[in-house]
């Protein structure tokens, strides 16, 4: 983050949004979809359920466990993770399994921590140990990490697809008392989970720039340049296979999406277009509050339509990178600070659609846990379940995917409102931007950090990337 900070002015202008135009796509309403009965569709409560759920599932495979994620953490719950998945190549030889992370973020250790040879040294530890069966990739989205990442998710085991936007490591799931809150959802359809599988396989492993991550010898990323750059144009045109089904009574429309780029992105296409139809009641659901300016005029749009709109964001001190005060400080623990600073001037421009109800900002804090919530309810019939951060990261620069729940006959209805009632026992609704710790409050690291930022613009560039 140092770096970013000092980075010439160059970089900034090529991060910064330009304006394209965007081709015309298909309207939410007219895109393919399976036909997903409600009652194969499941929402787990927390990430404890989550994790039992996964591992369970893991041990009684039979075909193929494919694994889509950030990454897989060297740390107690990752390596239960793997065990279970040698355990199920023992018990079940024929089951195919392949698990998937970005590339970079495998190949270093944390931020703040000492150099290491990050996770995939616990990768190719346990192949040392155990034997082949269990295949690691590292997908690499950009020539570096800063530009972009693999942020696509999910678990297809068999027929059965687990949606989260959590990655695996002990606080995801919550291995040791602390937690970080992420949406859970078990969709048990052969025909999505094939569509899921049938994309990594096509986009991924035939790709000369995804590699194995967990054996002896591992090429250079300056190596695979060539191979990434054709990758990335492969990525451009890539999506997921689906059919046109026709719902039937019962049945739900699911639609799996793929984001990347600025350009001729189905995702932000597809958001951007629900998020204009909402018709009278929109929830968005947000870890960092970063909006891309597109869905902010769009918010804007429908405040002044009289459309009711919940948005709910981690309290500051439920980020990751938050520092508690008696801490040593580092500058990453800036983040928090620069997303409350994001919320703090949007409540200060709609405080009367606050002040009247029309617009509610809730506050999600449970002890020292964390928050990692992303995706939308619109009006009673439409959800989307996504591990895109409605940011402008994930808007440009991460490869990103979500499912896309049309639900006419209101199945899913009593489902989604018993998890927004769940999510909202822990979280307050600001009275008005007001209700924010003054930046006057700040400690002084971060308020020298600050001034810094706003005198060079390069908050801007901050937000964009981080």
């Keep these: 983050m140092n770096k970013l900070m000092s980075a010439p002015g160059r970089l900034a202008r090529r991060m910064l949004p330009f304006p394209r135009k965007h081709k015309p796509g298909l309207l939410p309403l007219a895109l393919p979809s399976f036909a997903v009965p409600a009652t194969a569709i499941e929402v787990l409560p927390d990430p404890v359920a989550f994790r039992e759920i996964l591992l369970q599932r893991i041990a009684q495979a039979t075909r193929r466990i494919v694994i889509v994620t950030l990454y897989l953490q060297d740390d107690d719950a990752g390596r239960e993770l793997l065990e279970a998945l040698y355990a199920a190549k023992a018990r079940a030889p024929g089951v195919q399994i392949s698990v998937f992370v970005d590339w970079h973020r495998a190949q270093r250790g944390l931020i703040g921590k000492q150099k290491s040879e990050g996770n995939a040294g616990m990768y190719r530890e346990y192949a040392r140990r ?46 040791h008392g602390r937690y970080r809150l992420d949406r859970y959802h078990l969709l048990q359809h052969a025909g999505l989970a094939d569509a899921m599988a049938a ?15 967990n054996v002896a010898e591992v090429p250079s990323t300056k190596s695979l340049q060539p191979a990434i750059r054709e990758f990335r144009q492969g990525l451009q045109r890539a999506s997921y296979t689906v059919p046109q089904d026709v719902l039937t009574a019962g049945q739900v429309a699911v639609t799996p999406l793929l984001g990347f780029g600025r350009s001729d992105n189905a995702l932000n296409d597809a958001l951007l277009a629900l998020l204009r139809g909402t018709r009278e009641r929109l929830i968005v659901l947000t870890p960092y509050f970063n909006l891309p300016r597109p869905v902010r005029l769009v918010l804007g749009q429908l405040l002044r339509r009289g459309c009711r709109i919940d948005i709910m964001v981690g309290d500051k001190t439920a980020n990751d990178f938050y520092i508690p005060p008696g801490e040593p400080f580092k500058t990453i623990g800036l983040l928090p600070y ?10 200060r421009a709609h405080r009367r659609q606050i002040d009247s109800g029309q617009l509610n900002l809730h506050l999600w804090r449970d002890g020292d846990n964390s928050y990692h919530l992303k995706g939308l309810f619109i009006d009673d019939d439409v959800a989307v379940l996504t591990g895109n951060n409605l940011n402008p990261r994930a808007w440009s620069l991460d490869l990103e995917n979500g499912l896309l729940l049309r639900d006419p006959e209101h199945l899913l209805h009593a489902k989604h409102a018993a998890e927004w009632a769940a999510l909202r026992k822990h979280a307050t609704r600001l009275d008005g931007y007001q209700s924010l710790e003054s930046p006057r409050h700040y400690p002084p690291e971060v308020r020298k950090l600050l001034k810094r930022l706003k005198r060079t613009q390069l908050d801007r560039l901050l937000n964009r990337l981080l």
């Design 199 to 213: 994309f990594v396989q096509t986009y991924f492993v035939d790709s000369a720039a995804v590699r194995r991550l």
């Design 130 to 175: 155990l034997g082949p069966g269990v295949e690691i990739y590292g997908v690499p989205v950009q020539t570096r990490e800063v530009f972009g990442v693999l942020h696509l998710k999910g678990y297809v085991i068999d027929d059965t697809v687990l949606y989260s936007g959590a990655s695996l490591n002990d606080v995801y799931l919550a291995r």
């Design 338 to 347: 620069l997303y409350e600073n994001n919320l703090r001037r949007f409540a």
